[in-house]
Nanobody, 121 residues
């Protein structure tokens, strides 16, 4: 099992920035990538960004150029730097442990508890 603990959500005004963190523990050798998903009310959960253990990344088109995913392998921690936030980014953000194959992020059934990000206009 892999345990994921997120931190860093909150309330920010449009145009502002937030940084999310997710620390993994447990059987971390069973995953080779980590990612961030988000789910807004009434919408499906969607991939925001994923990163492999080697540093390869994948982003949703809606966040390219604004969000940056990074990781510290020594700390088993992944970060999501979110800049130029807008109200459409409001959602619960979930950390995920998964795999990265051929440029595709594949989520495994390892999820954090979620952290709320609210962007006011």
């Amino acid at each position: 099992q892999v345990q994921l603990v997120e931190s860093g959500g909150g309330l920010v005004q449009a145009g502002g920035s937030l940084r999310l963190s997710c620390a993994a523990s447990g059987s971390t050798s069973s995953i080779n990538a980590m990612g961030w998903y988000r789910q807004a009310p009434g919408k499906q959960r969607e991939l925001v960004a994923g990163i492999s253990s080697g540093g390869s990344t994948k982003y949703a088109d809606s966040v390219k150029g604004r969000f940056t995913i990074s990781r510290d392998n020594a700390k088993n921690t992944v970060y999501l730097q979110m800049n130029s936030l807008n109200p459409e980014d409001t959602a619960v953000y979930y950390c995920n442990g998964g795999g990265y194959f051929g440029g595709t992020y594949l989520p495994y059934n390892y999820w954090g508890q979620g952290t709320q990000v609210t962007v006011s206009s």
